[in-house]
């Protein structure tokens, strides 16, 4: 397939809020169970193991006008639980068997509550991360979290998931985490080829397709998409941090690049690539998920940083590791992780002569210009400035 | 008598205010004096505030909540807030992290006109909010404290597993309690721990006592504007010690005696007269219209009856106790079962009971910006406790330090919307039971 084919398909199943694809998913064989999740991680493993496709859940984004959900909400809330309960209450989530909640703000943390008020019946889970990263100790407790996702699922499928179910579905995930890390790589090496806007498109593919589809969907992307000749443009190279939860419009990406910046680096879908390296094919599996959730996953602002010297420095080694220039903060308005995190991790750039700049947005933000002004003048100053 | 004027009027206190307030006014001078006495500092939260165990390790107790709401109603925090805004903090997030961030910054640290000291150890004990990871992380960075962290789950699925408690043991006994060994210099002795629970309990029992009372008729208590003063000790930085106990005992004497006589709560501007109104309050209060706040409730002879903000450091209404028994499963049931680490569920239940037990006229949610652990799900709270108790709910919003967002005049308009659809209920249940119009 060529670029535009599978970018056309992508674009299909982002812009899908009726879950077709999970419907016909469902529907192909008898028994089906899918189960949704929300951002920032959950271990897909078990699911796949319990022989449920994972969902992933990212609110309505721009494409969905918000009636019910706003009754939900004071103002000064985020979106996206906003855009998720809208979902939820308009039938379109009633294709889900249930909906795992992960720890990472108050809001996502009150809203599985909420869940459970409004649609009895279905299984919610709120999936509590540790903040303790020692085995004996959060990791003792996390494996027994694992364990029980595991039982509540067998439960749920009727059918028991053993030792090698989860093996197995270990195996596909490295493999797709792989495959994502060959293509972030591939992006950062060459963003002209991989714009963005396109990259976006691939991982959201991933929260609706079975994991061995969507490896092979990215596998064929980085192919096509190294094949095609398209121009490099003097564009500046940043990362893009706060945007793991509430995502946004896929205009803001476009405006960013088209303001003169390759996103090099994000943290989109961190689910995608939480797990930093391969989960062992050997021993427990539920043992190896917990190690590598605690000692080998990713960084974000809903994650204890133990070390105060190591704040931030996963910023750094992530602008230093894809060549970037420097740092655009979008957060979400009302992001408690985002923006009570922001100023630290500026002061780190500071310290760094890393040049940054912040903005917010909605998951339904419509006035793009500003964000392109914004964009492209930081993109100037590095560009004109930095030398 | 008007906003203004009560305002400036001199508040009549009972004994038991003026022992509290001592008690509070001692633990600043401790504060400020922790330095040149050797002592060490450490700062921890309301909820999960372990502090019995900190009491173990001599550890003078800081709680920047509780300064955040003081400067809140010495009407400081709004000069913090814009000074941590200017510094980079984001005008979305939590009012009091900001208050407590902007007071450091300037350097004053006074709450009660003494400086602060910078802590010794921080004690993150993340329980039943976000922003405290993070406001820690921030004071890490700004003082370079040390600090270790308690992580208590959340109550996702309404209960307290062995799991989750066991978690929380292990980190105390791993984790928290070799670092406070080592940062005071102190030797754990569990016995020690085991005295002061046993002083928690019988403060405990006086205070649910206290809050109880609250289902006579007249209530001779405000569970709300007069709860967060009752909960001032064993929320802050006296649970366990003898002078809490002897604080709830003298409180509760004051509590019978009101009741004996059938008096209503103490106001600002004296006794309340004519109780008129009975409300279950969810949501923390505003501070820095606490007064004026009060008095819209008041005036119209509205009564708290039970809060959910007066359990946010420990809910002990409902069997909950301190164990020296078992000290550290205590300490961690303690944590886990705070108002804010419960799930919605259990909350809209919690609330019901309340509306059903104290024989309330309806449910009013006070929710503010700055509190998403509280904030977020209260609209369907209020739907749902409508649902379960047929009684009607009210909805106001403002801040908890931030006075940018407290409008009297629409608070005021909204409470007497609310209050007038009580009276008209009311007034269509006496027609249906055959009374007249």
């Known amino acids: 397939m060529s670029v535009v084919e599978i970018i056309a398909r992508c674009q299909e199943l982002f812009d899908d809020l009726d879950f077709a694809y999970v419907r016909g998913w469902k529907e192909a064989a008898e028994g089906r169970k899918a189960i949704g999740y929300m951002p920032i991680y959950v271990p897909r493993e078990i699911i796949h193991a319990a022989g449920m496709l994972p969902v992933g859940i990212l609110g309505g984004g721009d494409q969905l006008e918000v009636i019910h959900g706003d009754a939900y909400y004071q103002s000064y809330i985020c979106r996206i639980p906003r855009s998720t309960i809208e979902l939820g209450v ?23 509550g909420m869940w459970q008020l409004m649609f009895e019946g279905k299984y919610v889970r709120y999936f509590d991360v540790p903040q303790n990263f020692e085995d004996d ?48 790589e591939f992006r950062a090496k060459e963003p002209w080829k ?25 596998g064929e992307y980085i192919a096509a998409a190294r094949a095609e000749e398209r121009p490099m443009r003097d564009n500046c190279r940043v990362v893009l941090c706060g945007t793991f939860c509430e995502q946004p419009p896929l205009g803001l990406i476009k405006s960013i690049e088209l303001a003169g910046c390759y996103i090099v680096d994000d943290d989109f879908m961190l689910i995608t690539r939480w797990l930093l390296d391969d989960v062992p094919l050997d021993g427990d599996p539920l043992e190896n ?25 996963y910023l750094i080694e992530a602008v230093r590791q894809s060549g970037a220039e420097g740092v655009i903060f979008a957060a979400p308005s009302f992001c408690d992780p985002a923006l009570l995190d922001r100023p630290m991790l500026q002061h780190v750039l500071a310290a760094h002569d890393i040049p940054f700049t912040a903005f917010k947005y909605a998951e339904n933000s419509g006035q793009m210009q500003p964000i392109r002004e914004q964009a492209g003048t930081f993109a100037d100053s590095i560009k004109l400035w930095s030398a | 008598m008007n906003a203004a004027q009560a305002i400036e009027t001199p508040v009549r206190k009972e004994d038991s205010m003026l022992r509290q307030k001592a008690m509070i006014a001692g633990n600043f001078r401790d504060l400020a004096r922790a330095k040149e006495e050797g002592k060490k500092v450490v700062s921890t939260f309301v909820p999960g505030n372990l502090n019995e165990l900190l009491m173990c390790f001599d550890l003078v107790r800081n709680l920047p909540e509780i300064n955040a709401l003081r400067n809140g109603m010495r009407g400081e925090s709004r000069g913090y807030i814009m000074e941590a805004e200017r510094a980079g903090q984001s005008e979305d997030v939590c009012a009091y992290v900001k208050a407590d961030l902007g007071m450091m910054a300037e350097g004053k640290n006074v709450p009660t006109g003494q400086p602060l000291p910078t802590p010794d150890q921080l004690l993150n004990s993340y329980t039943g909010c976000f922003t405290f990871m993070k406001w820690f992380e921030l004071v890490r960075e700004q003082y370079g404290c040390e600090t270790v962290m ?33 940062v005071s210099g102190v030797r754990f002795d569990i016995d020690r721990l085991r005295e002061y629970l046993r002083e928690s309990a019988k403060a405990e029992e006086d205070l649910v006592w206290v809050f109880e009372s609250a289902k006579n008729k007249p209530s001779p208590i405000d569970a709300y504007f007069g709860g967060v003063f009752y909960i001032g000790p064993i929320f802050g930085a006296f649970r366990g010690t003898p ?30 007269d004519e109780e008129r ?108 406790v409508e649902a379960r108790t047929g009684k009607p709910g009210g909805f106001i919003e403002n801040d908890l330090v931030d006075p940018r967002y407290f409008s009297a005049a629409n608070i005021k308009t909204r409470l007497e919307s609310y209050l007038q659809m009580i009276n008209q209920k009311r007034g269509r249940a006496s027609l249906a039971e055959g009374g007249t119009a």
């Open chain 1, 90 to 112: 308009s039938g379109r989530l009633d294709v889900l068997d249930g909906m795992l909640f992960p720890s990472i703000c108050d809001v996502i943390r009150n809203l599985s």
């Open chain 1, 137 to 184: 100790i959060g990791g003792s407790y996390y494996l027994r979290e694992l364990q029980q996702l595991s039982q509540d699922l067998e439960k749920l499928g009727g059918r028991a998931v053993g030792g090698d179910d989860l093996r197995q579905a270990v195996a596909l995930y490295n493999e797709n985490r792989r495959a994502v890390r060959e293509l972030y």
């Open chain 1, 194 to 218: 991989a714009p963005t806007s396109e990259v976006y498109l691939v991982l959201r593919a991933g929260m609706v397709l079975p994991v061995d589809e969507h490896t092979r969907l990215t």
């Open chain 1, 289 to 313: 998920l917990a190690a590598a959730f605690l000692h080998h996953s990713g960084e974000c602002a809903a994650k204890y940083q133990p070390e105060a010297k190591k704040k931030g420095q």
């Open chain 2, 150 to 182: 308690l992580h208590v789950p959340y109550q996702g699925d309404g209960t307290i597993t062995e799991n989750m408690r066991g978690y929380v043991v292990k980190q105390l006994n791993e984790n928290v309690i070799p670092t406070l060994e080592r």
């Open chain 2, 243 to 272: 002078e809490a106990t002897e604080y709830y005992r003298l409180l509760r004497g004051e509590v019978e005696e009101r009741l004996r006589r059938a008096q209503g709560p103490v106001t600002p501007e004296g006794e309340l």
């Open chain 2, 277 to 384: 109104y009975r409300l279950v309050v969810e949501g923390p209060p505003n501070w820095t219209s606490f007064r004026e706040f009060w008095k819209m409730f008041y005036d119209e002879g509205a009564v708290v009856v039970a809060s959910t903000y007066c359990k946010v450091g420990g809910v002990y209404d409902f069997g909950f106790r301190h164990d020296p028994d078992n000290p550290l499963e205590s300490l961690a049931d303690y944590c886990l079962g705070c108002y804010t680490n419960l799930n919605l569920p259990t909350r809209a239940a919690m609330l019901s009971t309340y509306v059903e037990d104290y024989e309330a006229d309806g449910l009013l949610i006070n929710s503010v910006k700055s509190c998403n652990s509280f904030s977020a799900g209260q609209l369907l709270l209020l739907r749902e």
